[in-house]
């Protein structure tokens, strides 16, 4: 999802503009009671929608002061540093946020952090908190990586930031204390699309082994017409404008077009073979719905490793707006029981 920091203003109201096949798609499925207690209250300064011209009031008004070292080292339980690594060919360096656990002893696991934030906002401390709850339950490494936002750096430049940090990564994991044979990508939202992408990425260059992927929520087709997308037209927490207005930040006027890079919206890919054990999870109630179940799906056709977990009634990224919540407490425990028995193997 875009990030809502308590105390966020935001005065872009929602879109009410819906075309024919908008007004003709079933009703929304219903939300989470416990859910929808927690956004009915907020709903008026958290539009589902918001055009391109929007952006710059977005940006503004998400501006509040990114987690501290202090603030992720967690009492003393992480080391935090930020490393400057080369990044693509001809392209700035990347920067890397890398939080080892103190207390244990490596070569460790890692989990290789996209952030979310609609590929428009977001930094490398956004997300890394429940990064760093999976950590302290199994001792791994998190490294997140700052790539550069759309419209002003379209595709390729998100996911070619992201590909340079993980092949840093690998190839100097000893010095940071990870394993290299075991580094997980995960991400949400846009996150988790750059996680897929990633995961094709680095399979069709040869690249890094990827261990698993986790891909939470995450964003991954252009054409925005599933029936999930239709139905969400206006509702919930990210809805078909803001992602229509996302996609053409990253690929301007050939979103939805047929010449879409798979390394850009993961959905078009053709071949789905040979990829790491994934875990896929999303709300009932949320765009990205449908083209998470069909990527899930279409990992299975061809013989893959996938778990898949649609939450009933889940607005998109429920368990960070409503992280007390049951159905965001049951998330959690899934992913960690999924990356827990990953690791295991």
Do not use: K
């Given at each position: 999802m875009w990030p809502r920091p308590e105390g966020a203003a935001l005065t872009t109201q929602p879109t009410t503009s819906r075309n024919a096949a908008d007004r003709d798609a079933p009703c929304p499925p219903p939300l989470d009671p416990e859910l929808a207690a927690v956004l009915e209250p907020i709903a008026d300064r958290l539009p589902p929608g918001f055009p391109p011209e929007a952006i710059p009031e977005i940006r503004a008004g998400l501006v509040v002061p990114p987690p501290t070292d202090e603030d992720l080292g967690r009492g003393g339980a992480f080391e935090i540093e930020e490393r400057t690594v080369p990044g693509p060919p001809g392209a700035p360096d990347v920067s890397l946020l890398v939080c080892r656990p103190v207390h244990e002893r490596g070569p460790l696991p890692a989990v290789y952090h996209m952030h979310g934030g609609g590929m428009i906002t977001g930094n490398n401390r956004m997300g890394v908190d429940e990064m760093l709850d999976l950590s302290e339950e199994l001792g791994l490494v998190v490294v997140s990586v700052e790539y550069r936002l759309a419209p002003e750096h379209p595709h390729p430049a998100p996911v070619e930031d992201c590909y340079a940090g993980l092949v840093w990564t690998a190839e100097n994991a000893r010095e940071i204390g990870v394993d290299p044979a075991r580094i997980v990508v995960a991400g949400g939202s846009a996150g988790g699309g750059l996680t897929a992408a990633l995961a094709l990425l680095a399979r069709d260059r040869g690249?890094?082994?990827?261990?698993?992927?986790?891909?939470?929520?995450?964003?991954?087709?252009?054409?925005?017409?599933?029936?999930?997308?239709?139905?969400?037209?206006?509702?919930?927490?990210?809805?078909?404008?803001?992602?229509?207005?996302?996609?053409?930040?990253?690929?301007?006027?050939?979103?939805?077009?047929?010449?879409?890079?798979?390394?850009?919206?993961?959905?078009?890919?053709?071949?789905?073979?040979?990829?790491?054990?994934?875990?896929?999870?999303?709300?009932?109630?949320?765009?990205?719905?449908d083209e998470d179940v069909a990527y899930a799906a279409r990992i299975w056709q061809v013989g893959g490793r996938a778990e898949l977990h649609v939450w009933p009634g889940g607005f998109h990224g429920f368990d960070g707006l409503a992280p007390k919540a049951s159905l965001s407490r049951e998330a959690r425990a899934a992913r960690e029981n999924w990356l827990r028995r990953l690791l295991s193997t």
């Open positions: 690249g890094p082994a990827v261990f698993g992927q986790m891909l939470l929520c995450p964003m991954l087709d252009d054409r925005n017409d599933s029936c999930s997308a239709r139905q969400m037209a206006g509702h919930g927490v990210w809805d078909r404008t803001a992602n229509e207005t996302a996609w053409g930040a990253l690929l301007g006027d050939a979103r939805g077009g047929p010449d879409v890079s798979p390394y850009a919206a993961p959905a078009r890919a053709t071949d789905l073979s040979g990829l790491p054990p994934a875990f896929i999870d999303v709300g009932s109630a949320e765009t990205f719905r």
